[in-house]
C-alpha cells in the first residue's frame, strides 16, 4: 500500500532545525517537496566540500586556498587516509532504535552526512567525526553543538567499541574549530533530548506557521507569496 505523504517520515539535523523554526516551511520543503533556488553561498560550499574531499583523498596535490587557514590539519587527515583511517563524506542512516541502517531503507529514520570520520580501528578506542563548516562563525555555535551531540550519539551507537567521539566543526573562513568529546554516558542525556525532538517532528500531522521576521525574510514560500502568513 502507498503510504499517503502527510508527515515527514525521515529527519536530518538541518530538517530538524527548519521544522523548528517554522513547521509550515518544513511542510513546503518536505512534504510538498517544492524546490527552492540555489544560492551562490550554497554553490561556494558545495565547491569548498569538495575540494576538502579531494585533498583528503590525494587527487589535489596542492593545498586550494579556500582550506589553507588548515594545511597542516588537511595534510594529517590526508596521510591518515593513506593508512585506511580515513572515511569521507559517509551517509550514516539510522533507525528510530538508532541502529543503523541504509540511506533509502524502509526502516530509515534519521541521516547524518559526515565529511569526514576518522578512525583508527584497532589502534585507538576514540574517533572523530569532522564537519567542515563555510560562511558564518558566530551566531550558530548552539546549533552547531547540537548537531556534535547528533553525531557524536550515532557515531557511539554505530561503533559501540568507542569509548569517546571527538566532534569537530571546522570554521574553514576563519581558521576555527569547535570541539566537543562524548563518553557513552555523557552522550545518554543528549541523545534522548535529540530523539524527543525528532519523535515531534516525525509524528507531527499539523505543520502551522511561525512567521518570524528574520525568518520570513529569508524565506522563498513567503517571497513567492505561497504562505500567507509572511511578516512581510
Ligand atoms: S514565510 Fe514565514 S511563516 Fe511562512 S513558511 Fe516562511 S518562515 Fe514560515
Redesign the pocket.
Known amino acids: 500500500m502507498v503510504r499517503e505523504k502527510i508527515m515527514i517520515y525521515q529527519w536530518s539535523y538541518s530538517r530538524l532545525g527548519c521544522y523548528e523554526?517554522?513547521p509550515?516551511?518544513a511542510e513546503?520543503k518536505f512534504i510538498k517537496k517544492i524546490k527552492e533556488p540555489g544560492s551562490a553561498a550554497m554553490d561556494r560550499g558545495k565547491n569548498i566540500h569538495q575540494l576538502c574531499e579531494d585533498y583528503i583523498r590525494g587527487n589535489i596535490d596542492n593545498i586550494p586556498k579556500e582550506l589553507s587557514e588548515f594545511e597542516e590539519a588537511f595534510d594529517s587527515l590526508k596521510e591518515l587516509y593513506l593508512y585506511g583511517h580515513v572515511i569521507c563524506e559517509s551517509d550514516w542512516a539510522i533507525t528510530k532504535e538508532w541502529e543503523k541502517t541504509g540511506w533509502f531503507a524502509e526502516d530509515t529514520w534519521g541521516r547524518a552526512k559526515v565529511d569526514a570520520f576518522v578512525y583508527e580501528e584497532g589502534i585507538s578506542n576514540e574517533a572523530r567525526v569532522i564537519d567542515f563548516k563555510t560562511g558564518r562563525y558566530q551566531g550558530n555555535q548552539e546549533a552547531h553543538r547540537e548537531q556534535c551531540e547528533f553525531y557524536g550519539s550515532v557515531a557511539l551507537k554505530r561503533y559501540p567499541e568507542l569509548e569517546s567521539i571527538v566532534t569537530e566543526m571546522w570554521y574553514l573562513d576563519h581558521g576555527k574549530i569547535d570541539r566537543y568529546i562524548y563518553t557513552p554516558a555523557s552522550i545518554k542525556v543528549k541523545q534522548e533530548r535529540i530523539h524527543a525532538r525528532a519523535m515531534a517532528m516525525t509524528t507531527a500531522t499539523e505543520f502551522p506557521?511561525?512567521?518570524?521576521r528574520f525568518?520570513?525574510k529569508w524565506?522563498?514560500?513567503?517571497k513567492e507569496n505561497m504562505?500567507t502568513?509572511?511578516?512581510q
Not at 506557521?209 to 518570524?212: E, H, N, R, T, V
Not at 524565506?219 to 513567503?222: A, I, Q
Open positions: 523554526r517554522c509550515k516551511q513546503f506557521a511561525k512567521p518570524s525568518g520570513c524565506c522563498h514560500f513567503g504562505c502568513e509572511a511578516i
